[in-house]
């Protein structure tokens, strides 16, 4: 049974948080937030979830609300973007640490100076270090269908980690779009109930979370985080067959359009894709062997799945929509760059950033980024739409 | 992707241009179509300019990009002809309709405008007729959906219903349903 509806991508992230029905959901209730908090507070009146609802004083305390509550052992989400993320920074640390699968859609928007509320990837490009995994949605369907998943991702007995879903901010946050909701029994089945482990509240087995861990075993938990994020991929995959069984839209990695015999191709995060895709069937009717990779799981980083799928390509064009300032190229860029490393086969690799603070990218300037890449006029960085 | 329609709506804060967009792409949607509905965000606030946009196709729609070169351009508020460059980027064969008292022959002169398909209609009157307030936008989707056929009346009916039912009173709902119906009229052509 379908249900298609015109939802924007708050819209149905806040279904998909309607039908996870977390026990616990902490949200900052004020601007930087999104109508996602908004949309699902509203959820929680009509009573048509059972969850408890923690309006706090700032996104710090959202995310220490959330790291507390998910320890005891309740299911547990939140909703920020930009400059609210940047605030809960020490805490999104701690919630990884801790092997807590708390899940947190992430609209992306600037973290400004000067103010800027449109979308780019800055906010959550400086929390990939934090031990989350982040995946990103290329439109509104993917938005739900990444949130509803990242339950059954973060929870999984081996992964046990949170996961940020991200949209990009107003392209997806607030453009609206045809979208396909599970019947809310089909959610409920696929996403499954929590299996706590180790609840603070299971007073029969006390155990203690977050104590001081010095030159003794602080480097072995890091270690075992790492092994965590290992397991994270095959988690991804598997999950997003099951989910393609059940709504024939099936999920994995990352995704290729157009790759195999590409001469020429482009890498990308989130709603440019599409974009991205238009100018591939264009350059294509003009006979350039273009294609594409978008890349759906920025953590963990698919090193091995990323090389297979560019190694045939001569040049490739990698898509950064956030800078690292004195940096080489923007974190898209130079993973991948780097990531060829001792392959036998090598793509010329040339850096493109692009719309920050929600600078427009249209097909055309995407087809001449295409182009350029062949006809030697790009360099090592470029920038897409910018005043020199 | 040819066969996509993408409309770029003028108005300004306050008079519905976003929830025309919605409007529009949500009755579209009924038809089984894909749809994208989005706004302009930058410091708007009542009263000032602002855009709103709808694309429909029968296709996917996967370009998330603004729209530059739309095939129908809708202007709330008279006011903007003069302010706002309400036909750029519109081709030669597509269309504008202006809530204006002026007929569209005058809006032809007062733009300039050489090829495209110019309507008016005086929704502002309709809307205070109907509603009892000059809120232009539900009759502005009647004018448009009589000159471009983009959609059923009876869809966007429902869709109104549907998405006002939530938030106004029933005789609100009717007002509105009477405005769209009386647009669908009085949409007059060159």
């Not at chain 1, 998943?149 to 879903?165: D, F, N, S, Y």
């Not at chain 1, 979370?209 to 030159?215: A, C, K, Q």
């Not at chain 1, 480097?219 to 092994?227: C, I, S, T």
């Not at chain 1, 994270?232 to 067959?241: F, P, Y």
């Amino acid at each position: 049974m379908s249900n298609i509806q015109a939802l924007t991508g708050d819209g149905s992230v806040a279904n998909a948080m309607r039908q996870i029905n977390p026990d616990v959901v902490a949200v900052y209730p004020i601007t930087p937030q999104t109508e996602i908090a908004q949309e699902f507070a509203s959820f929680v009146s009509d009573g048509l979830v059972d969850t408890e609802l923690i309006n706090v004083e700032s996104e710090h305390s959202a995310m220490s609300a959330c790291v507390g509550a998910s320890a005891s052992g309740a299911r547990v989400m939140t909703a920020t973007s930009a400059n609210g993320l940047a605030l809960m920074w020490e805490i999104v640390y701690i919630a990884a640490s801790m092997r807590l699968p708390i899940v947190m859609p992430v609209v992306n928007r600037a973290l400004s100076g000067p103010i800027n509320i449109h979308c780019d990837h800055s906010d959550c490009m400086g929390a990939r270090d934090s031990g989350w995994i982040q995946v990103h949605s290329e439109n509104a369907q993917e938005a739900y269908d990444n949130t509803i998943q990242a339950v059954r991702i973060g929870e999984q007995e081996k992964v046990r980690l949170p996961v940020m879903v991200n949209l990009d901010g107003f392209i997806l946050s607030h453009g609206m779009e045809r979208v396909e909701l599970l019947d809310d029994a089909e959610a409920t089945k696929f996403i499954g109930e929590l299996k706590t482990q180790y609840p603070l509240l299971d007073v029969d087995h006390p155990v203690t979370y977050g104590p001081l861990d010095l030159y003794d075993y602080y480097f072995e938990h890091k270690r075992q985080q790492v092994e965590a994020m290992e397991n994270v991929l095959e988690v991804i995959t598997s999950v997003g067959e099951e989910f393609g069984k059940l709504t024939g839209r099936k999920y994995g990695i990352m995704e290729k359009y157009k790759l195999d015999d590409a001469e020429v191709a482009a890498v990308a995060l989130g709603s440019t894709n599409g974009t991205a895709q238009a100018a591939v069937d264009e350059l294509r009717e003009e006979g350039i062997r273009a294609g594409l990779l978008k890349l759906r799981v920025f953590r963990p980083f698919p090193v091995k799945e990323i090389v297979e799928a560019l190694s045939n390509a001569k040049h490739v064009a990698i898509f950064d929509r956030s800078i690292s300032f004195g940096g080489f190229g923007g974190p898209l860029f130079t993973e991948i760059r780097s990531a060829f490393l001792g392959n036998d086969k090598i793509p010329a690799t040339a850096n493109y950033i692009y719309g920050l603070g929600g600078r427009d990218i249209n097909v055309e300037d995407i087809k001449t980024v295409y182009k350029n890449l062949t006809s030697g006029k790009s360099e090592t960085v470029n920038y897409v739409n910018v005043r020199e | 992707m040819t066969d996509m329609i993408e409309v770029r709506w003028h108005g300004r804060g306050g008079q519905g241009a976003k929830t025309a967009s919605q409007l529009l792409a949500d009755a579209a949607l009924d038809e089984d179509m894909y749809i994208q509905a989005f706004s302009e965000y930058g410091p708007e606030r009542m009263g000032a300019p602002m855009q709103s946009f709808t694309r429909i196709s029968k296709e996917p729609i996967t370009i998330h990009c603004h729209v530059t070169n739309p095939e129908v351009v809708v202007v709330l508020d008279p006011t903007l002809l003069r302010t706002v460059d309400v036909a750029g980027g519109l081709s030669e064969d597509g269309t504008l309709l202006v809530n204006t008292t002026k007929s569209p022959a005058e809006v032809r002169k007062e733009l300039n405008l050489k090829g495209c398909k110019i309507y008016t209609v005086d929704a502002t009157r309709i809307a205070t007729d109907c509603l009892g307030r000059p809120i232009p936008n539900t009759p502005m989707i009647g004018a448009l959906i009589k000159v471009t056929a983009l959609i059923k009346v009876k869809n966007l009916i429902k869709g109104l219903k549907k998405k006002f039912s939530k938030k106004f009173k029933p005789e609100i709902v009717e007002g509105n349903i009477k405005a769209v119906e009386r647009a669908y009229e009085e949409v007059k052509s060159e």
